[in-house]
Structures are given as structure tokens and as C-alpha cells.
């Protein structure tokens, strides 16, 4: 999933603004550095997620004239490798 650098903004606010919310989190110093640090986790998961779509889609391309012989639904398969592949990385979709 592509999100804009506003878009992760945003989420970060309204990330920042519901942990703000809860009664027992008290994120009330630092405010910058938490809005940073939620940004960052935002991308690298957004890195990750796109790291194993490379990866599908090499296994597709590796795998082309197989796919197209047993005249298989490439989308279907590759939502498939991709949950698969993120259930072995421990990533959650």
C-alpha cells in the first residue's frame, strides 16, 4: 500500500491524538519525537510491505511459464504468495 508523506501525517496525528486520549498513556512531553517515531514505524512498515510485493512478484516473473501453462489466476496467486510470505516474515497485512 502507497501512502503520501501527508497521509502519513495524518495517521501520525491521529495516532498521536487517540494515545493522548487514553486514560492510562501520557505522551504529553516530547510530543515531536513521538510524531516522528510513529511516522517512522508507519514507513518501514510500508518498506516491508513493499519488499516482499518485490518478492511476489519475482517468484511470478521466475515462475511465468508455469503460471501460464496450468493457466492459473495470477491475481489470485499473488495474494496468495503474499500472505504467504508475510506469515513466514511474522508481518501482519
Request: net charge negative; charged share 35%.
Amino acid at each position: 500500500m502507497r501512502l503520501s508523506k501527508n497521509k502519513i501525517e495524518h495517521l501520525s496525528d491521529r495516532i498521536l491524538q487517540m494515545l493522548q486520549e487514553h486514560p492510562q498513556i501520557h505522551p504529553n512531553e516530547n510530543i515531536d519525537l513521538v510524531t516522528r517515531s510513529i511516522d517512522d514505524a508507519i514507513f518501514e512498515n510500508m518498506q516491508a510491505e513493499d519488499e516482499i510485493d518485490d518478492e511476489v512478484e519475482a517468484l511470478v516473473a521466475d515462475n511465468k511459464n508455469e503460471i501460464s501453462a496450468m493457466d492459473m489466476d495470477v491475481g489470485a496467486l499473488r495474494s496468495k504468495l503474499k500472505r504467504e510470505l508475510s506469515r513466514k516474515k511474522g508481518f501482519v497485512l
